[in-house]
């Protein structure tokens, strides 16, 4: 028992011959291209909130195809797709007007690529928050003369925030899970090292175990800091029953 013990130390130690340094770099990885989707999704799930809301039906039409479309195709198709088809018609093209081809790495594709499927997911999530404000806020911030910019900041966003943020901890849920399909682009995050890892030592169980509790640890970090959130966004709210 106690040699298994230490061989499995071993296999999982930071410094090599272990494995354990590629899992947490795989593990940082995975975060650094969570966060930079969540940060894109946001800022297209923004927009394409306050596009639906804006009464401008061709917006809203070419919006409500984007949230349709992309909720619609799953993540594999969409990163394999702009990975190799979408970098392949942009060199194309490239070629035609005499330009240097264009080189996208696996990092930065994940990014674009999770960053705009949870856009869409992210622009529902936001217009049902901002459709839960009661219309007498808004109108009393028109009647105050407060432009759009200082109507969202002042009143949308802290208001939208309490009825958001339950979805958007999902989401994000959601994409340090996606994050291991950009393995097929061949960029190395948790997923793929812990194959790698597997695959070199035949230790498939160890590695897979391993894998599974820095994910558990990641989800529990995560949730205790969207609880932190949640309680500073509806501080002065009147608590549930």
Do not use: C
């Not at 909130?49 to 619609?72: D, V």
Request: proline residues 5%; aromatic residues 10%.
């Amino acid at each position: 028992m106690a040699t298994s013990q230490q061989g499995i130390l071993e296999l999982l130690s930071p410094y090599p011959p272990g494995w354990g340094g590629v899992l947490l770099t795989g593990a940082a990885s995975t975060v650094a291209i969570s966060v930079g989707a969540l940060l894109i999704g946001l800022l297209l799930g923004t927009g394409g909130a306050l596009g639906k809301l804006s009464g401008i039906r061709p917006l809203h039409l070419a919006l409500e195809f984007y949230t349709t479309a992309i909720r619609a195709v799953p993540e594999l198709i969409l990163i394999v797709g702009l990975y190799y088809a979408g970098i392949d018609g942009l060199n194309r093209l490239l070629a035609m007007l005499n330009l240097p081809a264009f080189e996208l790495n696996g990092f930065a594709v994940a990014i674009a690529v999770l960053g705009f499927v949870q856009g869409a997911y992210m622009t529902e999530v936001l217009r049902g928050a901002i459709l839960a404000i009661p219309s007498g806020q808004i109108e009393a911030a028109k009647a105050f003369g407060m432009g759009p910019w200082l109507r969202f900041r002042r009143i949308i966003l802290p208001a939208l925030l309490p009825n958001a943020l339950p979805g958007l901890a999902n989401l994000w849920m959601s994409i340090t899970k996606d994050s291991a399909l950009v393995a097929v682009v061949g960029y190395q995050e948790l997923a793929l090292a812990t194959r790698l890892a597997a695959a070199s030592t035949k230790h498939y169980f160890i590695f897979f175990l391993a894998s599974a509790f820095i994910y558990l640890a990641l989800t529990l970090v995560s949730n205790a800091i969207f609880d932190l959130l949640e309680r500073r966004v509806r501080r002065g709210q009147p608590k549930p029953a």
